[in-house]
Structure formats: structure tokens, C-alpha cells
Nanobody
Framework: QVQLVESGGGLVQAGGSLRLPCAAS????????MGWFRQAPGKEREFVAA????????YYADSVKGRFTISRDNAKNTVYLQMNSLKPEDTAVYYC?????????????????WGQGTQVTVSS
């Protein structure tokens, strides 16, 4: 069993930065691939970024490539999403999720655990 808790959301101006941590409980965190997803009002939830269990492989949605960075610290049971050059269209609730393999996380499949989400609002 893994419980996920996101934090770090808030209101930021366009061009600004935020860092979202997702803290996990449970001893098996390091065996899971992790991902970040987001859902804007009136839209479906979409993939943002994923990272393999070791941190050796990362994947990004085209819309955030070059601006967002996913990383993890298995010693701290935490995965991070560093968001730079934020745009108003990045406004959404951001969720972290745990799955068995990074590529299935990218596809939105096999996601065993989800956090409750954290709101990110980017003003123009």
C-alpha cells in the first residue's frame, strides 16, 4: 500500500516557477514508476511527466517538454515536478500517481495509487 500526498501548488504569474513535491508512504516506493498528471476545468485528465523507479528514464508531454522536470529521491520517498516558464494554460489540479512501469504510466494505465491533487493557477 502506498499513500501519496502532493503539495507546493499555488498562484503564480506567467513566466514564474513552482516545485511540486509528492511524498509517499510505504516501503515499496522505490519499486514504483511515478507520474504527474493534470486536469484543467472542463477537460480530461492528461499526462504530464513520468519517471522510472530508478530515476534513469524520464518522459514528458510535448506541452511541457523543456519547461518541466520530473525527479525523485527514493531515500526521501518523494517525487518532484519542477515547473518553469509557467503559462496560463498550465492552470490545473496536478496529481501524482504510482504505477508498475514508466511506459504504462505514460499511457495512463496500471496506475495503482493516486494522490489527492494540488491546485496550480497561473495568472497572465
Amino acid at each position: 500500500q502506498v499513500q501519496l500526498v502532493e503539495s507546493g501548488g499555488g498562484l503564480v504569474q506567467a513566466g514564474g516557477s513552482l516545485r511540486l513535491p509528492c511524498a509517499a508512504s510505504g516501503r515499496t516506493f522505490s519499486s514504483y514508476a511515478m507520474g504527474w498528471f493534470r486536469q484543467a476545468p472542463g477537460k480530461e485528465r492528461e499526462f504530464v511527466a513520468a519517471i522510472s523507479w530508478s530515476g534513469g528514464s524520464t518522459y514528458y508531454a510535448d506541452s511541457v517538454k523543456g519547461r518541466f522536470t520530473i525527479s525523485r529521491d527514493n531515500a526521501k520517498n518523494t517525487v518532484y515536478l519542477q515547473m518553469n516558464s509557467l503559462k496560463p494554460e498550465d492552470t490545473a489540479v496536478y496529481y501524482c500517481a504510482a504505477g508498475t512501469k514508466a511506459l504504462t504510466v505514460v499511457a495512463g494505465r496500471g496506475l495503482d495509487y493516486w494522490g489527492q491533487g494540488t491546485q496550480v493557477t497561473v495568472s497572465s
